[in-house]
């Protein structure tokens, strides 16, 4: 299974723990998770400008996760899909990796509920599907 887990669940996962580290945690033991250079760059800046970490401490975070990544190159396909169109690039990055699930705590993808058969789940949601 290949799972897409947005920004903003790495971020927290990083930043506050819980149920958001959890997921990221099960989801790298488990399955293989799909990412595309532009949610790592949204990792980066929110950590380095929002939550003060330095450039080391925030390039050992996600390089720990790399070996349970996949890079996809998204290419700015899928347009309008998401209210918020900056989020369109996490339904293309899903496409294109061949996911079954995207990660998301985010209102505009979590309204979704689906794309092309793709499920948008909570971090919770996640963990609370059967393995």
């Given at each position: 299974?290949?799972?897409?887990?947005?920004?903003?669940?790495?971020?927290?996962?990083?930043?506050?723990?819980?149920?958001?580290?959890?997921?990221?945690?099960?989801?790298?033991?488990?399955?293989?998770?799909?990412?595309?250079?532009?949610?790592?760059?949204?990792?980066r800046k929110a950590l380095l400008e929002k939550m003060n970490w330095s450039v080391a401490a925030v390039e050992s975070s996600i390089s720990s996760y790399e070996p349970?990544?996949?890079?996809?190159?998204?290419?700015?396909?899928?347009?309008?899909?998401?209210?918020?169109?900056?989020?369109?690039?996490?339904?293309?990055?899903?496409?294109?990796?061949?996911?079954?699930?995207?990660?998301?705590?985010?209102?505009?993808?979590?309204?979704?509920?689906?794309?092309?058969?793709?499920?948008?789940?909570?971090?919770?949601?996640?963990?609370?599907?059967?393995?």
């Amino acid at each position: 299974m290949i799972v897409v887990i947005d920004a903003g669940v790495w971020i927290s996962a990083f930043q506050f723990g819980g149920t958001p580290r959890a997921a990221l945690q099960v989801a790298a033991a488990e399955t293989q998770i799909a990412w595309c250079e532009q949610i790592i760059h949204e990792i980066r800046k929110a950590l380095l400008e929002k939550m003060n970490w330095s450039v080391a401490a925030v390039e050992s975070s996600i390089s720990s996760y790399e070996p349970a990544c996949l890079l996809v190159s998204v290419s700015d396909s899928v347009k309008n899909i998401c209210r918020d169109p900056k989020d369109d690039m996490v339904l293309e990055c899903a496409l294109l990796a061949s996911a079954s699930l995207i990660v998301s705590g985010d209102k505009d993808l979590l309204t979704l509920h689906e794309f092309r058969g793709i499920r948008i789940v909570t971090p919770r949601e996640y963990l609370d599907l059967p393995r």
